[in-house]
Each structure stands twice: as structure tokens, then as C-alpha cells.
């Protein structure tokens, strides 16, 4: 492992901002050193009742980031399994004194065993990878398995759910599987930018992977629903 890795795995045990699930095969939590149960707490964790969003595959964190800086009156939740990635966006929400943003790192996979069924409001999935090839079609963060995952894990109630997207591929593939199953969709752009200054100001947030594949001439596309 690079020492760049090593020391910002060594920081993310000193940020009060960073849950850790170091064994994949558990569901034990730790923020630095501590153990800690998270599981059913995380509106103790932040102090308020106020609704909480989690951002999937999240990276480096900016949507997370940024959607707390325009949203105070919600909290939000950056997931992902790696961690010098989570590390920049805990270190930048540390910086600006947010306290309505926290980094969970773990796999998605093993989301229920980290939130009770009615503790996330929304969920936002921005620039998964698209695994193009068709025997990994099962690791898409759209699949019917993880949205099986979602399903089951968030089963109190529909909610809403947003896609961002660079790669058109995968694009079509999500809205086959939510068309399939009968799911909502609430809004569908492709090219979003297209629509200039008809989209909100969230969808124009713009994170580390969205702006490398804007630059390569990729179009990037939207779908929220319901489930
Ligand atoms: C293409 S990157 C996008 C990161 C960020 N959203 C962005 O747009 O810059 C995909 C991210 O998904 C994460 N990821 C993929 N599969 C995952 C899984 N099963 N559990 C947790 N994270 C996963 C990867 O670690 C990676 O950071």
C-alpha cells in the first residue's frame, strides 16, 4: 500500500466524521478506535430529528458534501469501501464545519445492517461503476439484486431515489430494470445539461468522476423513482 494510503487511513481514525466497518464479513462499526452502534442511532449521531439522505458510491464525497452545505436542514451520508477516497470528503466537511455530513465505509451490500428501515428518507447512487461487461452485471448498483438490497433494507415506506450517470449504457440498463419492475419514475433527463438552466441546483453539483468523463465528451443523464 502507497504511504499516501497508509497515513490517510491512519487520519481517518482521528475524524469524529468517519464510521468505519473495517471487516466486510461484520457489522461492527468503529469511529477512530471505538466501537460504536450506529444501527437505529444515526439521528442521536447527528444531534436532530432531521430527515437523512444517503449518497452511495459516493468517492470522494462532493455530493454529499456539497448537499449539506446547501441543505442545513437535512443530514446526508457518504457511502463507500474505500477509504482514502471517503477520506477527502470527511476532511473537506471537517474543514467547513459541517456537521450535517458523516462517511460510512462499508459495502453496500451490507447496508441493513447499519441503518433500521425508516432512518433514510432518500437515497442518491452518483456515478457507480458501470460494469459493462454482461457476466458483472450483478455488481451494477442498479441491479435487480441491490435493488432488492435497497428494498428490503428501506421497507417501511416508498421513497425517492436518484441516479447520475456518465455512462449511457448503464443508463438504459436502470431504466429496463425500473420499467420491469413496475417502479415510478418521478423524472428522466438525458444529457442533463442540455436542460441548462431548467434543472435544480442539486442535480448540478458535480463530483470528481462526473467532471473526468464530462471532459472526455460524455453526456451525463438523470432518473429519480419511486420504490
Ligand atoms: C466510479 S466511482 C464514483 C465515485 C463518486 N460518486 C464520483 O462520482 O466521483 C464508483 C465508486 O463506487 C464504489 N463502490 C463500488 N461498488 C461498491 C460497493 N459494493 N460498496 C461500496 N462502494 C462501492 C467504489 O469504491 C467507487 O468509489
Same mark, same amino acid.
Given at each position: ?5 497508509? +497515513? ?19 457489522a ?6 471505538? =466501537?460504536?452502534?450506529?444501527k ?14 444517503? +449518497?452511495?458510491?459516493? &468517492? ?48 453496500i451490500e451490507k447496508i441493513q445492517s447499519f441503518f433500521n428501515s425508516?432512518?433514510?428518507? =432518500? ?25 432488492d438490497i435497497y428494498r428490503q433494507a428501506f421497507c ?19 431504466? &429496463?430494470?425500473? /420499467? &420491469? ?14 436542460? /441548462? ?12 468522476? +462526473? ?17
Amino acid at each position: 500500500m502507497s504511504k499516501g494510503k497508509l +497515513e490517510k487511513f491512519k487520519e481517518l481514525e482521528s475524524m469524529s466524521n468517519v464510521f468505519q466497518n473495517h471487516r466486510f464479513d461484520d457489522a461492527v462499526v468503529v469511529q477512530g478506535l471505538e =466501537e460504536v452502534e450506529v444501527k437505529g442511532r444515526w439521528h442521536e449521531i447527528f444531534g436532530n430529528h432531521n430527515p437523512i439522505v444517503l +449518497e452511495l458510491a459516493c &468517492g470522494r464525497g462532493e455530493y454529499s458534501v456539497q448537499m449539506a452545505k446547501n441543505n442545513s436542514a437535512k443530514n446526508f451520508i457518504g457511502i463507500d469501501i474505500k477509504g482514502n477516497r471517503i477520506h477527502l470528503g470527511a476532511k473537506m466537511a471537517l474543514e467547513e464545519n459541517l456537521n450535517n455530513v458523516a462517511f460510512l465505509r462499508t459495502r453496500i451490500e451490507k447496508i441493513q445492517s447499519f441503518f433500521n428501515s425508516n432512518e433514510v428518507d =432518500e437515497i442518491w447512487i452518483t456515478f457507480p461503476d458501470p460494469f459493462p461487461r454482461f457476466p458483472d452485471r450483478k455488481n451494477r448498483l442498479i441491479s435487480p439484486k441491490f435493488l432488492d438490497i435497497y428494498r428490503q433494507a428501506f421497507c417501511d415506506r416508498r421513497r425517492t431515489y436518484h441516479l447520475k450517470t456518465d455512462n449511457y449504457g448503464l443508463f438504459r440498463y436502470a431504466l &429496463g430494470v425500473l /420499467d &420491469g419492475r413496475g417502479y415510478t419514475i418521478q423524472t428522466c433527463l438525458e444529457d442533463i445539461y442540455h436542460y /441548462d438552466k431548467k434543472i435544480s441546483d442539486i442535480l448540478k453539483i458535480q463530483t470528481y468522476y +462526473e467532471v473526468l468523463h464530462q471532459n472526455q465528451g460524455a453526456k451525463i443523464n438523470y432518473v429519480s423513482w419511486t420504490m
